[in-house]
């Protein structure tokens, strides 16, 4: 089992960046990859960013450019750097793992998940 815990959600003006974590125990070992989703209300949740153990990056096209992912293995950490943010980008954010290493954009392929973290995008 994979417990995953995310911070970092708030509100912010459009343009302003947040910094998102997903704090990871366990087996973490058995984690291939580790990703972020989003879901905003009466949407499907959908694929923002992943990375692999290799360090390979994945980001949405609405993500690439203003995104970035990157993990802090001493912590057992998965950050999220989001910039340039748009009242588009307004959703609960999960962070999720996986022992697969294939299949990372989609949400079924992930076993593992937090419990959110909300992010508000004001205009």
């Known amino acids: 089992q994979v417990q995953l815990v995310e911070s970092g959600g708030g509100l912010v003006q459009a343009g302003g960046s947040l910094r998102l974590s997903c704090a990871a125990s366990?087996?973490?070992?058995?984690?291939?990859?580790m990703g972020w989703f989003r879901q905003a209300p009466g949407k499907e949740r959908e694929f923002v960013a992943a990375?692999?153990?290799?360090?390979?990056?994945y980001y949405s096209d609405s993500a690439k450019g203003r995104f970035t992912i990157s993990t802090d293995n001493t912590k057992n950490t998965v950050y999220l750097q989001m910039n340039s943010l748009k009242p588009d980008d307004a959703a609960v954010y999960y962070c999720?793992?996986?022992?697969?290493?294939?299949?990372?954009?989609?949400?079924?392929?992930?076993?593992?998940w937090g419990q959110g973290t909300q992010v508000t995008v004001s205009s």
């Open positions: 999720a793992a996986t022992p697969r290493t294939s299949g990372t954009f989609r949400a079924g392929t992930y076993d593992y």
């Open positions: 366990g087996r973490t070992g058995s984690s291939e990859i």
């Open positions: 990375i692999s153990r290799s360090r390979s990056t």
